[in-house]
Every structure is written in C-alpha cells, then in structure tokens.
C-alpha cells in the first residue's frame, strides 16, 4: 500500500490518500469510499473486522453496516497476515462495479422521491382559473421588464451622447482659449478697440456709455 503521509494523521482530502493507495483499511464509510474509488477494501478496525470485500460477502457485509461486528470474527495477527497475502489486484474494479449497482445517487435519489411520493398529503387539484391569471401576471411581469430594459438601453445610449458632446465641448473650449492666447488674437483685440469705440458714440455726437 502506498500513501504520501502516515495513515493515523487525519486528512481533509482523503480521496486524494485513496487514490494514491492500492488498498483501504477500515470500516464504515471508508469502505464505501475505497470501493467508490475501485480499491480492494479490507474491513477492519478496533472492533472487528470480516477481512476483504467481494462480491459474494458483500450482501452481509453491507447488512452489517460494513461495521464487521456480525459478519466475522476479529482478525489477530496472522489472520490479517493471511488476508493481505490474498490481495487481488482485480479487486478494486470489482468493488467499483458492486458500487454502481448498489450505491448509485440515482438509484437514491429514485428511492427517496418514492418514499416522499408515499408520505407526502394528497395534492389537491388547481382550479385552472388561479392559474390562467398567475400566467396573465407573469405575462405582464415580462412585458413591463422587456420595457423598463429597453428605456434602460436608450437612456445608457442618451447618457454616451452626452459625455460624447461633453467631449466635444471641453476641446472647443480648449481651442479657444489657445486662439485667445495667441499673438495674433492679442493684436486684432487691440486694433478693434477704436471701432468698438466709435460705435458707442451716438449719431448726435454724444457719447453713450452703453457697452
């Protein structure tokens, strides 16, 4: 048997020891999970043990809990010698074969919904007008979702238009003010100054102090 670290140290991942064994030992549910990964499984422990899984003593085994506490008696020494010197390598897929038929979550899941369907009240039958306007509602649910989601769509569309002229507007603004700090824009204010002037003055002479 192989393993990565000493088998009495407890593990959060033991289906990674599993896989990296060729046998389990144990009882309980670490049986169940040697043979779910297709490893030869030998049932013992403290209490008891019944040697190596198979197909034939499996239906006892199993009736037992895979406790071994009714199923054999408790391997000493040179019984464990002797069973681990009968190991089959042809074990493991016999195991993941008895798993599959046995302890599929299918199999479970079809046996359950059959207890519930037995313990469950009588259902009592809908009248199709509750359910006529339960399908109305959701009718109008969906249209009045299909239409929030579409002025969603323009409204996330306006509000692209806007940072889009937003854009637009700070380097207009930016191209003034480098047009306003040119020579060139310096020079025509200055020179436009005497006809600004002249327009203020009124056609009777006078001078209007209005801009």
Same mark, same amino acid.
């Given at each position: 048997?192989?393993?990565?670290? +000493?088998?009495?140290?407890?593990?959060?991942?033991?289906?990674?020891?599993?896989?990296?064994?060729?046998?389990?030992?144990?009882?309980?549910?670490?049986?169940?999970?040697?043979?779910?990964?297709?490893?030869?499984?030998?049932? *013992?422990? /403290?209490?008891?043990?019944?040697?190596?899984?198979?197909?034939?003593? *499996?239906?006892?085994?199993?009736?037992?809990?895979?406790?071994?506490? %009714?199923?054999?008696? $408790? /391997?000493?020494?040179?019984? /464990? %010698?002797? =069973?681990?010197?009968? &190991?089959? @390598?042809?074990?493991?897929?016999?195991?993941?074969? $008895?798993?599959?038929?046995?302890?599929?979550?299918?199999?479970?899941?079809?046996?359950?919904?059959?207890?519930?369907?037995?313990?469950?009240?009588?259902?009592?039958?809908?009248?199709?007008?509750?359910?006529? =306007?339960?399908?109305?509602?959701?009718?109008?649910?969906?249209?009045? =979702? @299909?239409?929030?989601?579409?002025?969603?769509?323009?409204?996330?569309?306006?509000?692209?238009?806007?940072?889009?002229?937003?854009?637009?507007?700070?380097? /207009?603004?930016?191209?003034?003010?480098?047009?306003?700090?040119?020579?060139? &824009?310096?020079?025509?204010?200055?020179?436009?100054? +005497?006809?600004?002037?002249?327009?203020?003055? %009124?056609?009777?002479?006078? &001078?209007?102090?209005?801009?």
């Amino acid at each position: 048997m192989r393993a990565d670290r +000493p088998l009495r140290d407890p593990d959060p991942e033991p289906e990674r020891l599993i896989a990296n064994a060729d046998i389990v030992i144990g009882s309980g549910r670490a049986i169940l999970e040697g043979m779910a990964c297709g490893r030869a499984t030998l049932l *013992y422990d /403290l209490r008891g043990g019944h040697g190596w899984v198979t197909p034939e003593n *499996y239906p006892s085994i199993e009736a037992d809990g895979f406790t071994g506490h %009714r199923t054999g008696p $408790i /391997l000493d020494g040179a019984g /464990l %010698r002797a =069973e681990l010197s009968a &190991y089959d @390598a042809e074990m493991g897929p016999a195991n993941r074969d $008895i798993m599959l038929a046995h302890h599929s979550s299918r199999h479970h899941a079809v046996e359950l919904i059959g207890l519930m369907k037995e313990i469950a009240p009588p259902r009592r039958r809908i009248q199709p007008e509750p359910l006529q =306007e339960m399908a109305r509602l959701q009718a109008v649910s969906w249209r009045h =979702e @299909a239409a929030a989601n579409e002025r969603e769509r323009e409204a996330s569309q306006l509000r692209l238009r806007v940072e889009e002229l937003e854009g637009q507007n700070w380097q /207009l603004n930016r191209r003034l003010e480098v047009m306003r700090s040119s020579r060139r &824009y310096r020079l025509g204010t200055m020179l436009a100054k +005497p006809a600004d002037l002249w327009r203020r003055v %009124r056609g009777d002479g006078s &001078y209007s102090q209005d801009p």
